[in-house]
């Protein structure tokens, strides 16, 4: 213990939700007396909240903790000491795994126990001391990584998290879809929507704590069916009508969500909302009918073609972005022609796009026809240099109009600030850091690949001091 004045780092890998998470354990570490340090040699405990989604990311984690592993030998040295953390999906994956390839790990915590930190701190404490007093050999780490019955949600501390004006507000995790090539519904469980009042709640403090603008979040957010007060069952739908009551409340977005679940309710609020954006990001995976039968997504080409233009017709100026996998098994030259031809007859905003990679435990893992990794490459190239140019067109088809900009950061260069338009892209402009957390009208003067330049119109004194 180094009394009160205990710092940690806490570094985040992958989704939104991650960053969401985050958050939440700065803000159950705060009452132990825990500030957040810049930089892992400043501080007494630092957490890595991993990502599993993709092979690359729980390689990363493991060469950081080879890292930390020498700082805390260092520490040591010195008398004093350094706890190590795995927090997020590649702890509720691998476990005590983690434990076995870099000892050094102290406390391994599953996203559904974030809560339960301050206990696990406290043990991995003892063990710590028991070891320095050489009184037995410590166990395994600590470790936490059971799906418990109740939420976390109900016993984590409310979200301090407004930055700039925006802030996330998590709904719904877990999802039920098992996508054969996803780990998500083994690290993050089985779909649950939180309570429709502790949602109003939260949007409520958070608009009172200076929030425009609120993310909602989850891994299959567009699933959420959170119980009324009244017992009645709310879609994402009218929950999003709710939010736009909130007074204060000028944007709403929400991701990530599944094609199989955007009911018609969903699709009329693009129109009917005017709080929400006109921006969705829907992952199709693939073009092929045949691939997405062997993805498991539940759902074909058609039919997300079809959601593209019920969503368009309800809001003609939406923008669609997207998740592309390609060398799933089994893609064959015939199967990601259909992903190109998809992509053309769609025209997206932006979107991300992989290589398949096989994640253990993943039922994709263990399909035959596995692609060879120039083929991955070669598709992914083409993939991604239609996908850019969408992107690019996008952009520059906005230049010469004026749209509302919520500033978020100061640019790169002195006298710059940057911020977002409805459609999510990035602006950037000449502007005082004043106007940061404020929609302010921008001319967009040129389109580029990802962002575009602008020219701030609103009059400084039409913007809250
Ligand atoms: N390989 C490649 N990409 C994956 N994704 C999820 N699992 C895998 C995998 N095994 C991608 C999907 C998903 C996004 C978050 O990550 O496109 O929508
Ligand atoms: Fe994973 Fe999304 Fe499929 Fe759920 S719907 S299994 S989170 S890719």
Request: proline share 5%; net charge negative; glycine share 8%.
């Amino acid at each position: 213990m180094t009394g009160q004045h205990k710092r940690v780092f806490i570094r985040t890998y992958g989704c939104q939700m991650n960053v969401y998470d985050s958050d939440r354990m700065a803000d159950v570490l705060r009452p132990l007396g825990y500030a957040l340090a810049d930089a892992p040699e400043q501080a007494d405990l630092v957490v890595l909240n991993t990502c599993h989604i993709r092979e690359h990311a729980s390689e990363k984690v493991y060469s950081e903790l080879g890292r930390l592993r020498d700082v805390k030998t260092e520490r040591r040295a010195e008398g004093r000491d350094l706890t190590i953390a795995v927090a997020g999906c590649v702890a509720q994956a691998e476990g005590e795994e983690i434990v076995r390839r870099q000892p050094a790990v102290d406390i391994v915590v599953g996203p559904q126990a974030y809560h339960r930190l301050p206990e696990l701190l406290a043990e991995a404490e003892r063990k710590a001391a028991i070891l320095r007093h050489g009184k037995r050999r410590p166990g395994a780490g600590v470790l936490d990584t059971d799906f418990p019955a109740e939420s976390k949600f109900d016993h984590l501390p409310s979200p301090q998290g407004v930055r700039a004006g925006s802030a996330f507000l998590s709904i719904q995790e877990g999802c039920d879809k098992f996508c054969t090539f996803c780990v998500v519904p083994y690290t993050r469980g089985a779909e649950y929507s939180r309570p429709v009042e502790a949602v109003l709640a939260e949007a409520r403090q958070l608009a009172a704590a200076g929030a425009i603008e609120l993310t909602l979040l989850g891994q299959n957010v567009n699933a959420y069916h959170g119980e009324a007060a009244d017992g009645a069952t709310w879609s994402l739908g009218r929950l999003l009508r709710a939010l736009a009551e909130i007074e204060g409340i000028a944007r709403l977005r929400y991701t990530t969500s599944h094609p199989r679940d955007m009911d018609a309710d969903l699709i009329a609020a693009h129109g009917d909302i005017p709080q929400l954006m006109p921006y969705l990001h829907l992952p199709v995976q693939s073009g092929s009918d045949r691939i997405l039968e062997a993805m498991n997504r539940r759902h074909g080409r058609d039919l997300f073609l079809s959601l593209v233009d019920r969503l368009r017709n309800a809001r003609p100026d939406l923008a669609l972005s997207s998740d592309f996998i390609v060398g799933f098994p089994g893609e064959t030259d015939a199967d990601f022609d259909d992903t190109m031809r998809l992509v053309e007859q769609v025209g997206f905003a932006s979107a991300f796009s992989f290589k398949y990679s096989r994640r253990p435990g993943t039922p994709g893992a263990a399909l035959s026809g596995q692609v060879p990794e120039a083929v991955k490459s070669a598709r992914l190239a083409a993939l991604q240099a239609l996908l850019g140019q969408q992107a690019r067109d996008f952009n520059v088809s906005k230049a010469g109009t004026t749209v509302p900009v919520l500033f978020a950061e100061p640019g790169r260069k002195p006298g710059q600030i940057i911020g977002k338009t409805p459609w999510l892209q990035s602006v950037y402009a000449e502007g005082n850091l004043r106007l940061i957390g404020h929609i302010v009208d921008v001319e967009l003067t040129e389109g580029h690949p990802n962002s575009l330049a602008g020219r701030i119109v609103t009059h400084a004194h039409e913007v809250a001091a």
